[in-house]
């Protein structure tokens, strides 16, 4: 069991460098995605806020990675 743990988390260490990153982006691409369901801003006024939203999570990310 311990070698099939240790494969897949090589095989996701393959796609997912940094989870913390990885987690960041898909939570924040989950609330837009769930803004835009709900219809709470325009596609307009929501693709600035995305982008400086993903912005800001790739800032942070190389800040932290930066410190290590």
């Known amino acids: 069991m311990t ?3 240790a494969a897949a988390d090589e095989l996701a260490g393959l ?3 940094d989870r913390l990153f ?3 982006l898909a939570l924040w691409l989950a609330a837009m995605a769930g803004a835009g369901a709900l219809g ?3 596609p307009q ?3 600035p806020v995305l982008f400086v939203g993903l912005a800001a999570i790739l800032l942070a990310s190389v800040v932290r990675a930066a410190r290590r």
């Open 15 to 17: 796609f997912v460098d």
């Open 3 to 5: 070698r099939v743990r």
């Open 22 to 24: 990885a987690l960041a």
């Open 40 to 42: 709470i801003a325009t």
């Open 45 to 47: 006024a929501r693709a």
